[in-house]
Nanobody, 125 residues
Framework: QVQLVESGGGLVQAGGSLRLSCATSGRTFTRYAMGWFRQAPGKRREFVAAIRWTAGSTYYADSVKGRFTISRDNAKNTVYLQMNSLRPEDTAVYYC??????????????????WGQGTQVTVSS
């Protein structure tokens, strides 16, 4: 079984920064891509960012482009989400997700078969 464990969430003031981490463990798993999604209260879960594990290609939602950066550490089997210039509207539970095979579009929830439990990010105004 593949396990994804997020960490790094918390409370921060608007304009501040946080770095989320997502560590992968469990059975041998060939990562093709990993992504970050978020879900605010009363809203649907939405795409935030994704990275193709080997190529390093990155993709971002327009709402976070220029503020958030996704990266990965192969040796640690970990993906990160560096979040800068945080806004109150970034408040949500953030989830990491993993996919094991090629897919062109990494922005949809259904593209991912493995999910973490989520970590809360709260941005105060």
């Amino acid at each position: 079984q593949v396990q994804l464990v997020e960490s790094g969430g918390g409370l921060v003031q608007a304009g501040g920064s946080l770095r989320l981490s997502c560590a992968t463990s469990g059975r041998t798993f060939t990562r093709y891509a990993m992504g970050w999604f978020r879900q605010a209260p009363g809203k649907r879960r939405e795409f935030v960012a994704a990275i193709r594990w080997t190529a390093g290609s990155t993709y971002y939602a327009d709402s976070v482009k220029g503020r958030f950066t996704i990266s990965r550490d192969n040796a640690k089997n970990t993906v990160y989400l560096q979040m800068n210039s945080l806004r109150p509207e970034d408040t949500a539970v953030y989830y990491c997700a993993a996919r094991g095979a090629y897919l062109a579009d990494l922005r949809a929830e259904v593209a991912y078969g493995y999910w973490g439990q989520g970590t809360q990010v709260t941005v105060s105004s």
